[in-house]
């Protein structure tokens, strides 16, 4: 996890250093703390109700989870939600939005690049729609606010409950 933060890191700066765009401002608010929240907390409902109704998602994201957090000490969640939050929100909402064009054309090129990060095999498709519905929701919330700590905030935050209640679930 954090060699992918450190590359999509060097990604995006390197993207910025040659490309012909501004990085997506990030401004600190307590507005933009309430919309990342706000965002947060639509994608854990959505990710509940989903996790509940599609099977295949469930088990997807089962194998994904468990990869990645079954590992991990209860502390060590904390990197899963700072180091993607970051990482991946600077790259995919930061500098490819302005890159394309900060445009709905944008948001879905990369809500679909975010999605194909998330694959770790063929049978994960169903984990990666939901990364790549995920992305677009991030992506409007930037779009929308002009303002990149809003997806940060709810990135971090959805990875955080999610691991811990993933965690939670499976410790029984």
Known sequence: ???????????????????????LPMQFTIT??????????????ASWVVYRIWSAYRRSANFYLELVLKP????????VGLLPGLSEELLFRGVMLPA???NLVAVIVSSLCFGVLHLS?????????????VG???GCSALYTGNL?????????????SSYFWKWEHSR
């Open 136 to 138: 677009f929701l991030l």
């Open 100 to 102: 394309f064009g900060l």
């Open 72 to 79: 991990l000490n209860w502390a060590d969640l904390i990197w």
């Open 32 to 45: 933009a703390l309430l919309k990342g929240f706000a965002v947060a907390l639509t994608i854990a409902i």
């Open 149 to 161: 700590l809003v997806p940060i905030v709810a990135h971090v935050i959805t990875n955080l409950f």
């Open 121 to 133: 095999g063929t049978e994960q498709w169903p984990y990666v729609i939901w990364a790549t519905a």
């Open 1 to 23: 996890m954090g060699v992918t933060a450190l590359l999509l890191l060097i990604v995006s700066k390197l993207w910025l250093q040659f490309g012909n765009f501004a990085l």
